[in-house]
T-cell receptor, first 112, second 112 residues
């Protein structure tokens, strides 16, 4: 089955700790994205990558970091510098030429 | 400045009714428009993808874009209880892979 997987589904973190969220896709898409969703809010773009070894900041990149070493993978690290990290994190991918973005199931991060 | 606006609802209609969901946007550069359906605690699912003004139909769903008034609509015919979800509209200006600008979503309830 082609699709996007995110792990873990639920993640708990203590304040001051960095944590990495996994995103993998087997759709052969060039572009990948990370969004954050807060209750009652739309999705906000954190980072995106159009090609391997390249990525751009989105609207709310502060306190987050990413890497894109493989086409299939785009992990997101939530650092201790992110002031309000509790949220639902969504990964998406799309072909580079047609921006139809397909989403994974999401990771719910809670900071204790 | 909020670039894509949606009424959060909830919008409650009886089963079988025609549902009209709407968004307005402010960025004149937006040319591509999408509707996503999101069930609670799940990733968004792409329903419709349209370019510029006009209508697009897919089964019970019709997307309509009026660029002159910056108005986006999604119509659902013969609504079913399984259509109960949050519907997100999204836009971008084009030029390849790029982050989407999302509305906050409208919560739709179809009453059996």
């Amino acid at each position: 089955d082609g699709g996007i997987t995110q792990s873990p589904k639920y993640l708990f973190r203590k304040e001051g700790q960095n944590v990495t969220l996994s995103c993998e896709q087997n759709l052969n898409h060039d572009a990948m994205y990370w969004y954050r969703q807060d209750p009652g809010q739309g999705l906000r773009l954190i980072y995106y990558s159009q090609i391997v070894n390249d990525f751009q900041k989105g609207d709310i990149a502060e306190g987050y970091s990413v890497s894109r070493e493989k086409k299939e993978s785009f992990p997101l690290t939530v650092t201790s510098a992110q002031k309000n990290p509790t949220a639902f994190y969504l990964c998406a991918s799309s072909p580079r030429t047609v921006n139809e973005q397909f989403f994974g199931p999401g990771t719910r991060l809670t900071v204790l | 400045q909020k670039e894509v606006e949606q009424d959060p609802g909830p919008l409650s209609v009886p089963e079988g009714a025609i549902v009209s969901l709407n968004c307005t946007y402010s960025n004149s550069a937006f040319q591509y428009f999408m509707w996503y359906r999101q069930y609670s605690r799940k990733g968004p699912e792409l329903l419709m993808y349209t370019y510029s003004s006009g209508n697009k139909e897919d089964g019970r769903f019709t997307a309509q874009v009026d660029k002159s008034s910056k108005y986006i609509s999604l119509f659902i015919r013969d609504s079913q209880p399984s259509d109960s979800a949050t519907y997100l509209c999204a836009s971008y200006s084009g030029g390849g892979a790029d982050g989407l600008t999302f509305g906050k979503g409208t919560h739709l309830i179809i009453q059996p």
